[in-house]
């Protein structure tokens, strides 16, 4: 008897059109994932079956893929005699703790001898005689047994742990996610990940406005978020210490911030094309701060025509946290390291900003020679979750 893992797809297989690319995205995903490891894998419509002497390090490794919806072990065997599956079946749930159980049989090899149904009452009357005190239960049985009668071999495996879910990552193309240090922007790159988006992050730095220690932390996230990207997370980082200097110097102090996140989003916007990024990425959260209300995210989004994806923007600050401790970024998050934004708050900025005061003040810095600047001072690093980062050699 082998034993193996078998993968049950997430919701891809509701996109009938696209599936096999979904499930080869997935495989590539997988052996990615798996690189270092050796193993085998082998696919139809309905599952995978991964084969490999490290079982329990690639189940652990699994856990952080998505497109998964199910993950189980299970057990094959050639030899399809009855006889010998009763008795393998038997062996493998010896030391199972249950009292109820029903078995459940596929015959995917249609010259079988024996139906499904007619062969889940033979193995499940050779269990009830061969162990103590267990009973039949059809609905909501301790332990459910799979059998699978397939062409070459047999296979039985039982309930599984869930999948991540969400689509596999890269099938939707790529996006460009606006992190800095905080809570909301590691978890909404998270669940851009989930829908199949293959992130690389941008990063606007102002030193020495900004420690050393505030693009440590974000470099920290990104390795977190890399576990889910295909192990990689590329970070742009901007220097925005002078785009800063010139806004405060020109700018009145209540549209700082407007004014400060129209540029980041612009320079986003050009990164993102760059990058073949179709979307932009943040942390918005509808309501959290001064640049949260609608009118803000108004006149901010005007600067530009990327779309711009909020995964957050709905959710309450403690659904935020939930999602970010259940993912591992929460606890580098709260590290006290300011970020650029948090340094120059005004104490009051504008609430209801408007895109026409917006637009004049912007007049008074020369916008396109300092976002050009920006650009191309622009450093960028690999982040690798297996390794440490490396500078791109591009
Ligand atoms: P977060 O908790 O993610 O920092 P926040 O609630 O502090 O978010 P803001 O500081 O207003 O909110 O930022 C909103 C979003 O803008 C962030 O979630 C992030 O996506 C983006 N952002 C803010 N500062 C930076 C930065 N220095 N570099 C890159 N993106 C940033
Ligand atoms: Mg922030």
Known sequence: MEKVIIIKYGELSTKSDNINFFIKTLKNNIEKKLSGISFKISYDIGRMIIYTDNIDMVLNKLKEVF??????????????????????????????DFNTFRVTTKRSDKHYEINSIDFSKIVGAYILKNTDNKKVK?????????????????LVYFDGIKGLGGYPVSTLGKGLLMLSGGIDSPVAGFLAIKRGIRLEAIYF???PHTSKMALEKVKDLAKVLAKYNNNEVKIHIINFTHIQEEIIKNIPNY???????????????VIASRINAHVIINGESVGQVASQTLQSMEVINESIKKPVLRPVCCLDKL???DIAKKIGTYDISILPYEDCCTIFVPKHPVIHPNLKTALEYEKLIDKNELIYNAIKNETIININSNNKEYQDLL
């Open 205 to 207: 730095d102002s030193p």
């Open 67 to 96: 497109g998964i919806h199910e993950i189980m072990v299970g057990y094959i065997f050639k030899d399809k005699s009855i006889e010998k599956i009763e008795e393998n079946i038997l062996a493998l749930i010896k030391n199972i």
């Open 138 to 154: 059809i609905e909501g049985a301790d332990l459910e047994i799979f059998v699978e009668i397939r062409i070459n071999e047999i």
């Open 319 to 321: 659904e935020i946290i």
């Open 255 to 269: 549209y700082l911030i407007t004014i400060m996140r129209r540029f980041m989003y612009q320079i986003s916007a």
